[in-house]
């Protein structure tokens, strides 16, 4: 069973950069292919990036050029680069091994003036 926790959220003005972390254990973090989700409020959970086993990387069209998500299967750590935040990407992110069920408790980011 995995144990993921997510950590690096806060509150940022537009235009920000926040990263975001997720630490993994419980399994062997450099088999899996890894994403990243966020749930904003009164909609469902999507997904934002994911990252294979050989570093290959897929964005959701949202995102794309301004995240960047990476790992660092030395310390089982998942990242999300995040730049040119803007009050749409407000939400609750999320890691998880796409192969795997379960969630952790995600990582609230507020973009706001």
């Known amino acids: 069973q995995a144990l993921l926790v997510e950590s690096g959220g806060g509150l940022v003005q537009p235009g920000g950069s926040l990263r975001l972390s997720c630490a993994a254990s419980g399994i062997i973090f450099r088999n899996y292919v890894m994403g990243w989700y966020r749930q904003a409020p009164g909609k469902q959970r999507e997904l934002v990036a994911t990252?294979?086993?050989?570093?290959?990387?897929n964005y959701a069209d949202s995102v794309k050029g301004r995240f960047t998500i990476s790992r660092d299967n030395a310390k089982n750590t998942l990242y999300l680069q995040m730049n040119s935040l803007t009050p749409e990407d407000t939400a609750i992110y999320y890691c998880?091994?796409?192969?795997?069920?379960?969630w952790g408790q995600g990582t609230q980011v507020t973009v706001s003036s």
């Open positions: 998880k091994v796409q192969v795997l069920s379960g």
């Open positions: 990252i294979t086993v050989g570093g290959f990387t």
